[in-house]
């Protein structure tokens, strides 16, 4: 969708992954670990199961994906996460394990349904799909810089900049990967909130930051950087920039109120770093 006269001298093309199955961009990843896998193992006599630990979209999206491939999908969900985001895995084929709310209980139930899956069947073979950090879920994500690329071109609106947010980085590193591919001479920029600026820290520093206690209402961009995504956005990357809590705010506001779109904030973050953030090769707004 191209957007004018938003407040900034430019041309706006937003690709709209909202309308992507379950919802969200996670579905492209998914997809390709999916496929990877089946492809990796065909002809072995292995069954492939695969595994996750997520209360956010990428258990839905990795559950619907390995439905559609004829692949058992476990996700392991913290017992705090809302009804709704349960319903929606098992929805989709996924088989949900509770867990304690913290991080280690999700790994070590993890590791205990997985043992448990090997040990009933010597022939499944278990993968853990990280939600960003597994190469194939961020070559999957690469395929949305290719598609807007094709369809900025399309529109005759070529690209000069692409902007997408950052949280864990497969989506940036995906995208900064496929993007330079196709064409080097574009720039690649990362959006993050101020308060959850650890992949800024990170990029700058050239030394990893962990994310501890991020406060911003972008509640999908509170992950750290994973060890196959910050050397991908430090290589392919030109820049990082932030966005404030008001920011953030208007820019939903904004695709609301113009584009009678419902996003969560979180996508709203490279629409507020395009227009408020300077640096960005776009010129400053003033809306």
Same mark, same amino acid.
């Given at each position: 969708? @191209? ?8 041309? /706006? ?7 992507? +199955? !379950? ?24 069954? $492939? ?10 258990? *839905?999206?990795?559950? /619907?994906?390995? %439905? ?13 996460? $809302?009804?709704? +985001? ?28 997985? *043992?448990?899956?090997?040990? *009933?069947?010597?022939?499944?073979? !278990? ?13 999957? *994500? ?23 947010? !950052? ?38 520093? +050239? ?6 206690? $991020? ?16 050397? /991908? ?16 705010? %208007?820019?939903?506001?904004? @695709? ?13 973050? $490279? ?17």
């Amino acid at each position: 969708m @191209v957007s004018e006269n938003l407040g900034v001298n430019a041309h /706006l093309i937003f690709k709209c992954e909202n309308f992507q +199955k !379950v919802g969200a961009f996670k579905f492209r990843g998914a997809t390709n670990s999916i496929k990877s896998l089946l492809a990796e193992y065909e002809g072995t006599g292995k069954k $492939p199961v695969v595994i996750t630990h997520s209360s956010g979209n990428h258990a *839905q999206a990795l559950a /619907l994906a390995a %439905r559609e491939q004829g692949v058992i999908c476990h996700v392991i969900m913290p017992n705090n996460a $809302p009804s709704v +985001k349960k319903a929606a895995v098992q929805g989709y084929g996924g088989i949900v394990t509770e867990c304690e709310p913290t991080l280690q209980a999700r790994e070590d139930t993890t590791a205990q349904v997985t *043992q448990q899956l090997i040990a *009933q069947d010597t022939n499944t073979v !278990v993968e853990f799909i990280s939600p960003y950090n597994d190469v194939r879920v961020i070559a999957g *994500q690469g395929t949305l810089a290719l598609e807007v690329l094709e369809q900025a071109e399309e529109l005759d609106k070529p690209l000069d900049v692409l902007i997408t947010p !950052v949280g864990g980085g497969g989506m940036l590193s995906g995208c900064a990967v496929a993007a330079k591919g196709s064409k080097p001479t574009i720039r690649v920029i990362g959006a993050e909130p101020e308060g959850a600026d650890d992949a800024y820290r990170s990029f700058y520093s +050239k030394q990893f930051v962990p994310s501890v206690n $991020p406060k911003t209402i972008a509640d999908g961009l509170l992950t750290s950087l994973g060890s196959n995504t910050f050397p /991908l956005i430090l290589e392919h990357v030109d820049a990082i920039h932030t966005a404030s809590e008001e920011e953030i705010i %208007r820019a939903t506001k904004l @695709v609301y109120e113009r584009m009678k779109i419902v996003i969560e904030p979180s996508s709203a973050v $490279p629409l507020a770093v395009a227009l408020y953030s300077t640096g960005t090769y776009l010129p400053a707004a003033s809306y």
